[in-house]
């Protein structure tokens, strides 16, 4: 069974995963985090997590046992202190996939670097996330602490709107800015040195192959073995379904277009119209 299919199943063992995975790595032989590196799939939220984490799980002695790496838990919606986050970051072990929302600090910088994991991170065109978020708050997740707030907004448009400005209200219990803002936690990671930064549009719809390819390069870059090459990227391919993850709705590129009405388009390009050009997705704002 693919407990990623399962919202319940999924919290399970990710707030289990301590007793999952420390006895079991208590007896691995791989103890050389310079030949097999932990792996970080980090990503923006609803940007392709579970796709990334299905190209990733291609790599040879890989060991998922759920942990999750996110600054704000959907549980609780609170940001967790950076020195509880880097005991945590600090207690990976050696060929460890972990899924991530992972903010940009410099303590999460140099924690990750002492294990010398290999960073990923995916993001994807902040018009579709907001979408997909609206979506996914409303119906997928209803553990989310968000999820009652989106529910009880009377459609789809006024959810989209409140995915892109975020809580405006001084009273309203949880840290909920506007997309710009919420982007801006994660953008660091994209032009950092030893982070490996992927477009989700060019794992779907523009150059798969070409991209599967960066990403496995990036893992034999880091980890001392002899690795096949082309067969990774083969074995990488193959895994690729997006349907196994719960979180799945279309996961297609360019689909604000058929959503955004003028209002959600005037909104945005005043909350994050400066964010798509610095990101590569427009050049300008007469989108």
């Known amino acids: 069974m693919n407990w990623r299919k399962s919202v319940l199943l999924k919290k399970t063992v ?32 609803k940007s392709g997590t579970h796709l990334l984490i299905q190209i990733l799980q291609a790599m040879p002695g890989i060991r998922d046992w759920g942990l999750f790496l996110a600054s704000t838990p959907s549980f609780t919606f609170r940001e967790i202190p950076d020195g509880k986050m880097c005991r945590r970051i600090n207690k990976l072990v050696p060929n460890e996939l972990v899924s991530a929302h992972l903010y940009y600090s410099e303590q999460a ?46 459609d789809m ?31 660091p990671w994209i032009n950092h040195p030893n982070v490996l930064s992927i477009k989700f549009e060019k794992l779907v719809k523009q150059n798969p192959v070409e991209t599967v390819r960066k990403i496995i390069g990036f ?40 959503v ?19 990101l590569g997705y427009e050049t300008d704002l007469g989108w």
Not at 116 to 142: C, Q
Not at 160 to 187: C, H
Not at 220 to 231: C, L
């Open 14 to 45: 990710r707030y289990s995963h301590d007793a999952l995975r420390y006895p079991c790595a208590f007896f691995l032989s791989e103890k050389d985090y310079s030949r097999h590196p932990p792996i970080i799939a980090n990503s923006f939220p």
């Open 109 to 154: 910088e140099k924690a990750l670097g002492r294990e010398n994991a290999v960073h990923y991170f995916i993001y994807r065109d902040p018009r579709d996330i907001v979408i997909s978020e609206a979506h996914y708050l409303t119906y997928m997740n209803k553990w989310h602490r968000l999820h009652r707030y989106f529910r009880a907004l009377p």
């Open 157 to 187: 448009k006024s959810r989209i709107m409140f995915s892109i400005q975020g809580a405006t209200d001084p009273a309203f219990p949880y840290d909920y800015p506007n997309i710009s803002k919420r982007f801006l936690r994660y953008k």
């Open 219 to 258: 893992y034999m870059d880091r980890a001392n073995q002899g690795i096949e090459q082309e067969e990774l990227i083969k074995n990488a391919l193959t895994n690729i379904n997006p349907q196994n993850s719960h979180t799945f709705r279309k996961g297609r590129a360019g689909g604000w277009k058929e």
């Open 260 to 278: 955004f009405t003028d209002k959600h388009k005037e909104v945005f390009k005043e909350c994050a119209g400066r964010l798509l050009v610095e």
